[in-house]
C-alpha cells in the first residue's frame, strides 16, 4: 500500500478508498496483506491510461 502511495502520489485513505470503490485492481494474499497491479494506478474511471509522474530532479 505504501509503495502505490509513493508512485501515485496520493495517501493511504485514498488507496483504501480506491480499494473499496474498484478503482484499482489488487489481490489479497493468503496473509492478509493487499498487493495492488501497478497498471491499475495508472487508469482513470474511463479506462484511459495517465502517465506516470515525471522524478523531481
Keep these: 500500500i505504501m509503495k502505490a502511495c509513493e508512485m501515485v502520489g ?3 485513505r485514498t488507496i483504501y478508498n480506491w480499494i473499496a ?12 496483506s493487499i498487493r495492488i497491479f ?3 494506478l ?3 474511471p474511463d479506462g484511459i ?3 506516470a509522474p515525471t522524478p523531481a530532479a
Aim: aromatic share 8%; glycine share 8%.
Design 10 to 12: 496520493v495517501s493511504r
Design 21 to 32: 470503490a474498484e478503482k484499482v485492481e489488487y489481490v489479497r494474499t493468503a496473509g492478509g
Design 38 to 40: 501497478q497498471d491499475s
Design 42 to 44: 495508472w487508469r482513470q
Design 49 to 51: 491510461r495517465m502517465s
